[in-house]
Nanobody
């Protein structure tokens, strides 16, 4: 399993970013994909997940602002982030697992910084 995130960067409050996660080494269309984030020195925070049937879940902190999606033809998952806040600043990690299992395979992360 290999997961490679991209799309992070510096954005002003209220701005938008789209993170991408290119996957390989497993049956992408039948696996769940997810995103989590971590601020250095703090624990990992679950952000969002999308399952093989297309159902999605979101943390309350991002609901209504973030949208998760996946393109099975491109083996890529996305996290569209709108109305970004300084508290969204973190390293964002992509993860995957079979639908019925806990997320156990992770990418290397991409930094998102929301600041003026």
């Amino acid at each position: 399993v290999q997961l490679v995130e991209s799309g992070g960067g510096l954005v002003q409050p209220g701005g938008s970013l789209t993170l991408s996660c290119v996957a390989s080494g497993f049956s992408f269309s039948s696996y769940a994909m997810g995103w989590a984030r971590q601020v250095p020195g703090k624990g990992l925070e679950w952000v969002s997940g999308i399952y093989s049937d297309g159902s999605t879940t979101y943390a309350d902190s991002v609901k209504g602002r973030f949208t998760i999606s996946k393109d099975n033809a491109k083996n890529t998952a996305y996290l569209q982030m709108n109305s970004l806040k300084p508290e969204d600043t973190a390293i964002y990690y992509c993860a995957t697992a079979p639908d019925s299992e806990d997320f156990g395979s992770w990418g290397q992360g991409t930094q998102v910084t929301v600041s003026t």
